[in-house]
């Protein structure tokens, strides 16, 4: 909303006037915020296709969400920007200016001294003729030559300024136009400032509290600041970035160039005040930020000589992208969209992709404050609230498939348990079912109107006269009641049961693509019962080589386990302990596998793999089997593939259990459980 008017008008009336408009002040402020719930169900059909958790958080956070782009997005756009850095130019422009000035200084020199007829003449051109190969040497040679062409001595002046204004500005990004000319107060400048550095960081060091001397500092010497640190630890990141970016240039030249670079910038600070200043602020960077890379090389590949100030600037941008690319791939341990700079990352992507990454973490943060993420050591996970929702997703898409009828989950049986329904019937003889008064009464005055009867003549029974308050008018005469008028009220039987649903974990169920189907019949199994018996008593159990509980969240989280053996005698012996934990509950266990059992556990206790199958897992399995079907409990079992071996085997146990086997597809398995499960505990007939 944009407000506009005379404010003077406004001070003199008391009714302002406005005019409304679209906004233009950035992302609106009265957007709505993130379809919470909407993202949780995106990221719950990764986790249910067979995803992680934290992979499938991942995956969401890279595509984007709610038309932003998504980290993978950004995560491109810093990569081209990376590479563009790298053909920025080549690191050794330095090297090639000394190069040229030095030798049109002896170029200059050279041509004095051949017109001059003089023995010293002859000693100086003896000594240019011994001068060192490399430019650092020859340049630091020449520091105490009587150079006999002015020419060349202004030449040779121009490369020592050029080595401390290049040395000065790879360090202080202002300094490169301070220096520019020849003015001996700039330098001196420059030295005060390095001395009240020093003071400064030497206090914050310590600890002290270095707010005024900080705004102190900046007030003297902020135009040789242009990023304008706002407070102590904004000036020495951006300080320690630009000297980390210094060392990590010279580590990217070869060993000569590195050498040649590192004496000229030595011989460059011949000045002792300035060295020493220089010497100590380094010192000072390295202890406040040692964490800082400084000595991975960097391979530029363009052609264009870069200065070195230039090059340490390209240098450190690099390194700002590569930090930025490390940070949006959240690749590392408790990685999380907080870490990720977001200045910088303005800094080179501008506002738009600043905002896009803003809402992600929004999102993120979002998600965490209503419960369905939290922190752990290994990063993001998802909590109970949010695996309770992923589960009322799953039960939907169940339900969804289930072909459902009204009454179909009818038990006629009363209890002390019974609930309603919501639903009502018409009354049938020897329903024990409570009576719905209002619609009964309702049928009875649409069925003597319909009848055209205002008062209809007496009958045997007793009359019921209905009534009502508020402003209602009185049935005028007694209403008489007919079979045909009674409806009762729908109820469900709320007896309990004790469910163990054991699922086959195998790296076969993965690389089949059942992953996702075990996970999303199990998690909805929880959440019906969770929601609509809770009196039910169900305990997951996954199987793999050895046998072990699962809570939602766990099964939720699980993983593909590189692992061999089907332990289904472990997993029959969790689930009788179950059972016996549950006496008054009626038993039941539901097996999900696609390979016969290859896994027992020995007299020891320790789970021993064989394949093929052998006669003492069988047996032990069996075992596990007929003392289930002593216990009472209904064994079903649901077979997923068409190995003929576990097919004859899951034949055998049901005929021994007197249970049931099914042979549901991939995609209608949840349909199939939670349908058997629904039948199961109204009772075996």
């Avoid at 990590?248 to 030249?253: F, G, K, N, P």
């Avoid at 009196?535 to 939720?556: H, K, M, S």
Wanted: with cysteine; hydrophobic share 40%; charged share 30%.
């Amino acid at each position: 909303m944009n407000g506009s008017g005379d404010p003077d008008s406004r001070r003199d009336s008391p009714h302002s006037r406005f005019r409304y408009g679209p906004w233009h002040g950035g992302p609106d402020p009265l957007a709505p915020p993130y379809d919470v719930r909407s993202a949780l169900d995106e990221l719950g059909r990764d986790v249910l296709a067979g995803g992680s958790t934290r992979e499938a958080l991942r995956d969401v956070l890279r595509r984007g969400l709610d038309g932003h782009r998504g980290l993978d997005e950004i995560a491109d756009r810093i990569r081209r920007l990376r590479a563009a850095a790298r053909r920025r130019g080549n690191l050794g422009g330095t090297l090639d200016q000394v190069r040229k000035l030095l030798e049109r200084a002896l170029d200059h020199e050279r041509a004095a001294l051949a017109r001059e007829d003089t023995d010293a003449a002859r000693l100086a051109e003896l000594d240019l003729a011994t001068l060192p190969d490399d430019t650092a040497g020859a340049v630091r040679a020449l520091a105490g030559h009587e150079w006999h062409s002015s020419e060349a001595a202004r030449t040779y002046e121009q490369i020592t300024r050029l080595l401390r204004r290049e040395l000065l500005d790879s360090q202080f990004e202002g300094l490169k136009a301070a220096l520019s000319g020849q003015d001996p107060a700039a330098m001196q400048h420059v030295k005060d400032m390095l001395a009240d550095l020093n003071s400064l960081l030497a206090a914050h060091a310590r600890g002290q509290d270095t707010a005024d001397q900080f705004r102190e500092f900046m007030d003297r010497h902020g135009d040789l600041f242009p990023d304008d640190p706002q407070d102590v630890d904004e000036l020495v990141d951006s300080l320690a970035r630009r000297q980390a970016a210094a060392a990590r240039m010279l580590a990217s030249l070869g060993p000569q160039q590195r050498q040649q670079l590192s004496q000229l910038m030595s011989d460059a600070l011949a000045d002792a005040d300035l060295a020493s200043e220089m010497a100590q602020l380094a010192d000072s960077l390295r202890a406040l930020r040692p964490g800082l890379d400084r000595g991975t090389p960097v391979t530029m590949r363009g052609d264009e000589p870069l200065g070195y100030g230039a090059a340490v600037e390209a240098v450190a941008e690099i390194a700002d992208l590569e930090a930025l690319s490390a940070q949006l791939g959240q690749r590392y341990r408790g990685a999380s969209l907080d870490d990720v700079d977001v200045e910088q990352l303005e800094r080179h992507l501008g506002a738009d992709a600043a905002r896009d990454f803003e809402a992600l973490r929004r999102l993120e943060r979002e998600l965490e404050r209503q419960g369905y993420l939290a922190h752990d050591e290994d990063g993001l996970r998802l909590t109970p609230r949010a695996v309770r929702r992923l589960g009322e997703t799953a039960l939907r898409r169940v339900f969804e498939g289930l072909a459902t009828t009204r009454g179909d989950h009818d038990d006629r049986r009363s209890g002390q348990a019974d609930e309603p329904t919501g639903l009502t019937r018409t009354w049938a003889f020897g329903d024990e079912l409570p009576l719905d008064v209002v619609r009964t009464v309702s049928n009875a005055v649409l069925r003597t109107r319909s009848a055209g009867r205002s008062r209809p003549p007496a009958r045997a029974g007793h009359p019921v006269t209905a009534a009502s308050s508020g402003g209602v008018a009185l049935l005028p005469a007694p209403l008489h009641l007919s079979t045909a008028d009674f409806e009762v009220v729908e109820t469900e039987r709320r007896t309990s049961a004790a469910v163990a649903l054991c699922v086959d974990m195998s790296f076969s169920m993965f690389h089949e693509g059942r992953w996702g189907p075990m996970k999303q019949t199990a998690l909805a199994l929880s959440h019906l019962v969770q929601t609509r018996f809770r009196q039910d008593a169900l305990e997951i159990i996954g199987f793999t080589l050895a046998a072990r509980r699962l809570t939602p969240v766990q099964l939720a989280d699980a993983e593909p386990e590189w692992v061999q053996g089907t332990n289904l005698e472990h997993a029959l012996m969790l689930a009788s302990r179950h059972l016996r934990r549950h006496p008054e509950a009626e038993p039941l266990v539901l097996v999900v596998t696609d390979g016969e059992p290859t896994a027992h556990l020995d007299a020891r206790g320790v789970p021993t793999f064989a394949w093929p199958t052998t006669a003492a897992t069988v047996r032990a399995t069996m075992a596990q089997v007929d003392l289930l079907h002593r216990a009472g409990a209904t064994l079903n079992l649901f077979l997923l593939g068409d190995d003929p071996g576990l097919a004859r085997f899951v034949d055998a146990v049901a005929r021994r259990a007197a249970g049931r086997v099914f042979t549901p597809s991939v995609d209608r398995l949840g349909e199939y459980v939670v349908a058997d499960y629904l039948r199961s505990r109204r009772g075996r007939r």
